[in-house]
């Protein structure tokens, strides 16, 4: 069967609010790590995720030094927004027009949220949480409109889904309609849930596809390897330290060379010892220059 | 997947890196902070500037911000100490950040009052205002937005995000971050500059820096703008334009055509007013109304009956249809029902609800229609009754006959198996019903009698026929047919023109998808 038949991949045009972003530790591939994913921030800005200017889809992310500070394997996970609400009722918005027709359409009611517009957030995605506040796995509903919205004032707030609610550009409430909103009568297993009042919901923005990002902390690259076999360097033949420089005249690394005699047997051995003490004296430019 | 190697910097280990994996705090630009547990606070001493700085979203929180560091200043007791306070504090990341964070979770969350203390308590000793050192202590928890409702209305309605503090499992899935976006619309109260620029930029004039806090002469040199230690890394990311495949979003519209309206959900009340003579009230005996027997739309209930004391037993949407009879021959008539029908909850002696617009059309039909909202838990029972005043009943009439009870959708049945589909017809012109077979399906259907010219189903569909993808179809000899069918119930997915929702139409184009 052809494969993406709908089109192309599109950049991404987001912006730090529409991120999440999150974290786990793993210091080998030997060893499982941390299996919990971590908020990387407690709120992203452009300071921390950043788009770059020229083209939509690419993006600089600030890794902090604070979390950063470990050999290993960092995994990180960007993914849409996410935030958890819960919906206040699950009725009808009534559009209201004398001699006109009169439209009611079924669907949630949030609290007003606090986005660009109320028209925000269609497409975004809506999941749910069950009785147990456990995310039903698996299951989702796209918000195909959002509009604030009263009640109704011939509703009668003392009856549970007896509210219903129409179109008010002052209003506090936010409907939400969703798709799919039907279900299939053929099975019973299917419900047609839209949710209920006091149920949790997560709303999500679709704006993206979620990735992962490897990001490994080495100790060494080969450019820092290169000093070692490149780099200039100073061997000080009275007090055996051996010096490395990197591409700037900056100490890299500094040992100690010196020969021992097996204490037991015959022979020697000779030794190279990182120095934990840096001999400040061993300064490329210095010694090369006598 | 996007793959980066980083060198990890040496420099960056300020202190003594050998203990950074284990020890929450860090000696930091002077101060032992906590880097560990910084995550369910808005800010960081990273991006408190970008925060601060960021006028167009936060203008209005900016605003207050300083508003509640000034009003320390001014009622402090010794006012030159509380401005070395504010300095220090103004040129310290890691202070602004701790002092913003108490205050957005005190006054901009919860609408309380943010102590002056907290100001203080970034400062180890009044008397030492060079060599403090604070330490923040929080629990590294994770996002629960549970109470994410609306705490404060300064904010001109906004809500301003909830900052999370009670720990959730991880397996119940929530592991949120807080946004926060202001809204541009938002009102600016009084100050529309702050006399303090707090952006990473910081202050570069003195008018940026004010004279209300006694920041006069900024020695730019000794200032610490800590903006973080970090790594830069680019991201890709891209959408995937199919990711919401099947699924295609129809535009609401306000008005559709009559024939559109031919769907479950709603129903259409075009019918013009053309007035009727209120004279007398309404006395009539009561009609039966059992909404359990939506299997009997199209029939009479019972005659010359008028709001019996049966019980509603069922959470529903109930259209009324009534002939309005004068003795011996049909008339023209009126009823208003929504007005003034109620609705009373045997155990609870009050109007529960009536909604609905009032029907006071009185054209030469014989059905008028008005509907009552009697949604509610059906555990209990309703009774409905007509209020004893139903003005636009003309003269002459002096029962009301053939009112048609009808359950249209049913929204809080929690058995799927009970979820049926009606659809009314409404007259006005040729109907199409547009039934997408998501699933396979099949429409049985009540022969529901030709009333009064209203359309029937026998003119729209033919009394059985299944409809779904070829496949299944293929199989229909097997389907198994729930053995309660009602009127008509199509087990598909439902194409209603103005409800908006996804058509999960099976079409020409994806013929071949299916096969």
Known sequence: ?290 | MQRHELLIQNRFFTGTPENLGVSRLIYKNGYLVNMEGERDKIVTSDNVRAFLGDKTKNQDIITDFFNYIENYRVNSSNIPLAEAKIRSLYYNNEKLSNVFNEYYNTSVISGNTTLYSFIDQEFYSDSDTNSYYTTVVSQDNYYNYQDFMPRNQNYNGNTPWKIPTSLVELNSGINIIPGFAMSSGVNVPNATTEPIDFSENGPTTNADMGTVIGITNPNLSQQVFYSGESYFIDVYLERTSNNTKRLTFEPCKNNQAKESLLTSGYYSDYYNNYGGSPSIAFTAGTITINPNSYSQYGNLIESQVILSNKPLTYSAYAIIAANLIKEGFIITGSLALSKFGKVYRDDIPHDIDVYGTTIDHSINEELIYTDINLTGSFEYNYNLALGQNIPLVPAGVNKILDLYPAINTILKVTESKNQYTYTYLLRGGPVSIDFIAFKPAYINMYNVPSINGLATWEHVLESKRAIGRPKDLMDIDNFTLFGEIKSIYVNTFQKTLTQCFVDLAYDSKEDGFWK
């Open chain 1, 1 to 290: 069967m052809a494969v993406a038949i709908y089109g192309s991949k599109k950049l991404a045009d987001v912006t730090s609010e529409d991120v999440d972003i999150f974290y786990a530790y793993s210091q080998t591939r030997e060893a499982l790590g941390d299996i919990q994913l971590k908020p990387l921030y407690g709120n992203i800005t452009d300071n921390e995720f950043r788009k770059m200017f020229g083209a939509d889809g690419a993006y600089k992310m600030r890794l902090p030094s604070s979390i950063f500070n470990k050999i290993g394997f960092y995994t990180l996970l960007v993914k849409p927004k996410s935030f958890e609400v819960e919906i206040q009722d699950c009725s009808y918005v009534v559009t209201s027009n004398q001699n006109e027709i009169e439209i009611s359409k079924k669907g949630i009611v949030i609290p007003k949220l606090q986005f660009q517009g109320p028209a925000s957030i269609a497409g975004y995605q809506v999941e749910y949480f069950d009785v147990n506040d456990v995310k039903i796995k698996n299951f989702h509903r796209i918000v195909t409109s959002s509009d604030l919205v009263k009640v109704n004032p011939s509703s009668s707030l003392n009856v549970a889904g007896s509210t219903t609610y129409y179109l008010d550009p002052a209003g506090t409430s936010m409907f939400l309609t969703l798709t799919p909103d039907e279900v299939s009568l053929i099975s019973e297993l299917q419900v047609p849930n839209l949710g209920e009042a006091g149920q949790k919901i997560l709303i999500s923005n679709t704006f993206f596809d979620p990735v992962m990002i490897e990001v490994e902390m080495v100790d060494q690259t080969i450019k820092t390897l290169s000093y070692g076999l490149y780099g200039n360097s100073t061997r000080d033949l009275e007090t055996g330290i051996y010096s490395i420089t990197d591409g700037e005249g900056n100490l890299y690394k500094q040992y100690n060379l010196y020969t021992r005699k097996k204490r037991f047997s015959n022979g020697k051995v000779d030794i190279k010892e990182e120095r934990t003490q840096i001999n400040y004296d061993q300064n490329f430019l210095d010694l090369s220059q006598a």
